[in-house]
């Protein structure tokens, strides 16, 4: 049984993101970032669930996270995504983009970088600059991509005051959220429903590709990619459909799930355990998705082949498409949806379930009923 | 109209002087603005500088307390619990004549009959306990508080929210519950030990003493112990007196007897209430007996202590410090005077308590009238003066609410608006809505109102309609907050309200010049009229740039197309650049002239159409066969002949000397191409 542990926290979740551990360490996540949303004064906050002695006196209960520090974040906290252990960036309904760096000696948070119009309009006619929100950012260490209401992608540097390359009117839609695909190849998605792959090595302001889900035209809310095999792409839609691209090939979806009721905010791969998949709605759901129901039949596949490793390389050499199941359970277009399974992880239904984050076994969402949960057991 | 119930306050706003001024106010939910006009004082106002501030009141400012936030959010979540109960049950009256009626997965106690019953206490245990949880905190606070004003503030803050739960846990025994005769008495008395909690303190301050018998509040403890009716702790307390003074050891043991002996009410006990009764007063003639017989003459405290266990007045009264209040007195006396009181008589023995404890000194708070009225069993009456006392709905709406789900409540009708229930529900949820409003003027936030939407959802009269009339009041300050009002709305089919929202959104992208996005919500409102609106901008930008912009959004807009003749314009003249482009000019050709004959394209883009067709007609090979030619010139000449000819001095003779050429370039090219054509056609024919 899983367990979950609730907080109420005052204060509407937009966002929740783990810290990353430290590569090669055997650490398990303990300390989370969150990001509100709606209300006067919005928040970046820190978050331990680690059992500190100190902090803990205060009669929390046991595996109750624990507020570690936050600081003020003019307007919404749009998107929240590590940089490294000690820098977070945080995206603004005002536009601005913001480094926040955590000072783990006296547990205070301070901004270390700020672009405040990274994302604006410019209205017809008159030159002054209003302010359009940043919907959505990812860091790949030094790099930042923000994308905004304003249909603008910027790639921001670190060490860099200005923005090292901005695209301006790359979309005529808003732009709702954008991940890294390969180094220099980003993903966007969209509120027309297309799904633009843009590489940053090209000039002007054309995507180097873009797929669409047919004719409806549903927005896309979220986008993850596989973190083993980057050609596969997983988005939610407002509709609260879940689909599987393939980028390679095709500029259809290879699947569609029908998922959640309502708008799907986040999709996440599990980054150690692909075969799992994450899924939150604003209907108030919290769905795990696990692809690897199958892997015994697998196993006795390859006994039969007696010599298994051969027979490994051997089919994706040469029958790749035939044995796509093996590779990636996401793609296989078998009508047998049934192998995956889902399990709905939040004991009730409650308000808008606004962001997810896994990492290991642990799991944190927040919502607008101003609750955080977090489990540590995810796979028990 | 119904008499005031009480004097109404003054509120003194400052920097306003009453009585020279006159004040103008304005309505607002839950809130009222007022400020100073010189209306009618003409003469007098032109020398004296006003007061150059619009204030806003508000009564309950409660909202902004961090901690009650979690108080709204948890509630809530208990709020759509116990609505969906009734659903459930609704439900299953319908579902009960199938076979696969066995779906409720919890099991009813021991104690009682139904689900319903037992899932209603448990819903007032879990309000209770949110209560009881935010008071806590509320308490920490107090502690922690770094200046003594927000100390104050929390402290007072921690006494309202003690009172909730006290009237609250009242009402659950009376009302929900229904005890009894015989555990009605028991569950008072865990309401009173619940409720009077220094004792456990004392108790663990005194047995922590090395000396427990000698400690000075030894006395009052046990007196404390005697009047919760904590006997056995009691008896254990005298046993430690009794160690040590072997003069009184004796007595103790008499008495701790008497303790023991004491009949009382198990929960699992078979036994009847008559059976209690008589036991109850054998044991009453004993502790009498002694009293008389002078047992205890020796020890004036534990002579006091049997006068307690005989429920004698006076006795009691002597400890009112130690009762701290009157129900406390009246619990105690029920105790030990009438055990097995029944509902019905507990507001003679509650008044009669009041009046004693009182004793004529001071007059009751407005805490005792509403103990007093739900002893009465008057549910109406605790909840007005609830309303009256309390600052906030929160309390009185969700009490309201859960009593209304006990079928308690269904006689009242209000002489305004709905019953009861709903109208305190509105007002609660109106509440939400209006949370943080005042900086909203120069801001977003109003961070509450999602709470509010599912009150109003279950307020079956005029919850839509306060719904429709808030939900448009949001600021909507991003497209994703702007998403969830939509999805509010969409899920309640309020499709005006959809389409204003869009509309704004539409709008509002504009005049941000981001002519995709106002496409994408004028489609998505299905309003026609917007989405010509953008398509002429579209068209506009066009003919000015000779390039469309948004091209991503104009290629993919399939059957959405439809909404409105110049979008379908839009995308099929969008189509048609897209041909010659791939050039295929055949497609090309008769997508274009479709465009004119079908009446799609506007009178005034024809000139641009034809003007399109120029390249076609020039091309080498023969695009336009002779009867698409012939449309082609009438399309031309009915265009010629619809314009104005007027003379008229300056560029605008120019244009139209230019628009000639034009005019005169077409029939020559169009001539041209008829005569190629006609010769092909004939050729092919004859081949």
């Not at chain 1, 996540?29 to 002695?53: K, M, Q, R």
């Not at chain 1, 000696?105 to 017809?124: C, I």
């Not at chain 1, 986040?266 to 980054?271: A, I, L, Q, R, S």
Request: glycine share 6%; with cysteine.
């Amino acid at each position: 049984m899983e367990e979950i542990y609730a907080k109420f926290v005052s204060q509407k979740i937009s966002k929740t993101r783990w810290r990353p551990v430290p590569p090669g360490s055997l650490q398990t996540a303990e300390t989370f970032a969150t990001g509100s949303w709606d209300n006067e004064e919005n928040y970046v906050s820190l978050w331990s669930i680690g059992d500190l002695g100190n902090v803990d006196s205060d009669g929390g209960f046991e595996g109750e996270h624990q507020l570690l520090c936050d600081i003020k974040h003019h307007g919404d906290v749009m998107d929240l995504q590590f940089f490294d252990q000690e820098r977070i960036v945080a995206a603004s309904s005002t536009g601005c983009v913001t480094v926040f760096l955590h000072h783990p000696n006296n547990q205070t948070l301070s901004v270390s970088q700020q672009w405040p119009t990274a994302h604006y309009h410019t209205g017809p006619g008159s030159p002054s600059r209003s302010s359009a929100p940043c919907t959505g950012v990812v860091c790949d260490n030094p790099e930042i991509v923000t994308v905004g209401e304003d249909g603008r992608i910027n790639l921001f540097r670190a060490d860099h005051k200005e923005a090292v390359r901005t695209i301006d009117n790359a979309d005529s839609s808003t732009l709702h959220a954008v991940t890294f695909l390969r180094t220099p190849e980003i993903l966007t998605v969209n509120s027309i429903g297309q799904l633009k792959i843009w590489d940053f090595r090209k000039q002007g302001n054309e995507p180097s590709q873009i797929l669409s889900l047919t004719g409806d035209r549903v927005p896309l809310h979220c986008v993850d990619r596989h973190p083993n095999q980057q050609h596969v792409v997983a988005t939610g839609g407002q509709d609260g459909m879940l689909s599987i691209w393939d980028v390679r090939q095709g500029t259809m979806p290879v699947s569609l799930l029908k998922a959640h009721e309502a708008e799907m905010w986040e999709v996440h791969f599990h980054p150690s355990n692909p075969d799992h998949l994450f899924t939150c709605s604003e209907d108030g759901s919290l769905w795990h998705w696990d692809a690897s129901t199958d892997v015994p039949e697998k196993s006795s596949l390859f006994n039969q082949g007696g010599r298994s490793s051969t027979f490994l390389s051997h089919s994706i050499s040469n029958q790749a498409n035939v044995h796509q199941s093996l590779i990636s359970s996401w793609l296989s277009t078998d009508p047998a949806k049934d192998r995956i399974e889902i399990t709905s992880l939040l004991p009730s239904r409650t308000l808008s379930v606004n962001s997810l984050d896994v990492l290991g076994p642990c799991l944190v969402c927040g919502t607008d009923a101003e609750a955080i949960y977090v489990t540590r057991q995810l796979f028990s | 109209m119904e008499e005031l119930d009480g004097e109404p306050t003054v509120t003194l706003i400052p920097g306003v002087n009453s009585k020279k001024k006159q004040m103008c106010f304005d309505w607002g939910p839950g809130e009222m603005l007022v400020c100073e006009t010189s209306f009618n004082k003409k003469e007098k106002s032109e020398t004296v500088p006003g007061c150059p501030f619009i204030y806003i009141i508000r009564k309950d400012i409660d909202v902004y307390s961090q901690i009650l936030r979690k108080l709204f959010n948890e509630s809530h979540g208990i709020f759509v619990g116990l609505q969906r109960i009734e659903e459930e049950l609704t439900g299953k009256s319908r579902k009960a004549q199938l076979p696969c009626f066995l779906s409720l997965q919890d099991a009813p106690c021991s104690c009682c009959m139904s689900f319903h019953f037992c899932r209603l206490v448990r819903v007032s245990k879990n309000y209770r306990s949110v209560i009881r949880a935010c008071m806590e905190e509320m308490h920490q606070a107090a502690i922690a508080a770094k200046d003594p004003a927000s100390g104050r503030q929390f402290s007072s803050q921690v006494s309202i929210l003690s009172a909730m739960e006290l009237i609250w846990n009242l009402c659950e025994i009376l009302f929900i519950e229904v005890a009894p005769a015989g555990p009605l008495l028991l569950h008072l008395l865990d309401w009173v030990r619940l409720h009077v909690c220094e004792v456990d303190s004392l108790l663990a301050d005194v047995l922590g003493s090395e000396n427990p018998s000698k400690h000075e509040s030894f006395w009052n403890l046990v007196t404390i112990l005697v009047l919760q009716g904590r006997l056995d702790e009691a008896r254990q307390m005298l046993s430690k007196e009794a160690d040590v003074s072997p003069t009184s050891a004796g007595m103790c043991r008499i008495l701790g007897d008497l303790m023991r002996t004491m009949p009382v009410l198990s929960p699992g006990n078979t036994q009847t209430l008559t059976e209690l009764e008589l036991k109850w007063q054998h044991w009453h003639e004993e502790c009498e007996r002694h009293l008389q017989d002078g047992t205890f003459a020796s020890s004036p405290h534990l002579e006091s202590l049997c006068k307690i266990m005989l429920g004698d007045e006076a006795a009691l009264l002597e400890q009112k410090e130690l009762l701290n209040n009157w129900y406390h007195f009246l619990v105690t006396r029920l105790l030990y005077s009438h055990p097995t009181v029944k509902p019905i008589d507990l507001h003679f023995y509650a008044q009669s308590s009041l009046d004693l404890f009182l004793g004529g000194e001071s007059s009751p708070e407005p805490l005792d009238n509403i103990l007093m009225a739900a002893f009465e069993f008057d549910i109406h009456q605790v909840i007005k003066e609830c309303s009256i006392a309390l600052s906030n709905w929160w309390f009185v709406a969700h009490l309201t609410d859960l009593l209304d789900h006990c079928k308690l409540l269904q006689s009242h009708n209000l002489y305004f608006g709905s019953n009861m229930r709903e109208f305190l529900l509105l007002e609660y949820a109106s509440g939400l809505f209006a949370h943080h409003r005042p900086s909203c003027l120069s801001s977003d936030c109003c961070s509450l109102w999602q709470l509010g939407v599912d009150y109003f959802d279950y307020c079956p009269e005029l919850g839509r309609v306060s719904l429709e009339l808030h939900i448009e009041r949001i600021p909507l300050s991003t497209e994703q907050k702007a998403l969830k009002v939509l999805r509010i709305c969409e899920q309640r089919q309020m499709t005006e309200q959809v389409r204003s929202i869009c509309k704004i959104l539409a709008m509002k992208a504009v005049r941000n010049n981001r002519l995709g996005s106002a496409l994408s919500w004028s489609i998505r409102a299905k309003d026609a009229a917007f989405a010509t609106l953008v398509s002429d901008r579209f068209l506009r930008d066009y003919c000015e740039r000779g390039c469309f912009s948004d091209l991503d959004l104009i290629d993919n807009l399939g059957p959405a197309m439809m909404l409105s003749d110049r979008l379908t314009f839009l995308g099929k003249y969008r189509e048609f650049h897209r041909f010659y482009g791939e050039k295929r000019f055949f497609d090309a050709a008769s997508l274009l002239l479709s465009l004119m004959t079908s009446q799609i394209a506007p009178r005034c883009f024809w000139v641009t159409l034809l003007t399109d067709a120029l390249p076609l007609l020039e091309q080498k090979q023969v695009i336009f066969t002779t009867e698409q030619t012939y449309e082609l010139m009438r399309c031309l000449e009915d265009l010629a002949s619809g314009r104005p000819v007027r003379g008229e001095p300056g560029a605008q003779r120019l244009q139209e000397d230019i628009e000639n050429t034009k005019l005169e370039m077409l029939r020559l090219a169009l001539a041209r191409n008829l005569a190629r054509a006609i010769i092909k056609e004939g050729s092919l024919e004859g081949s």
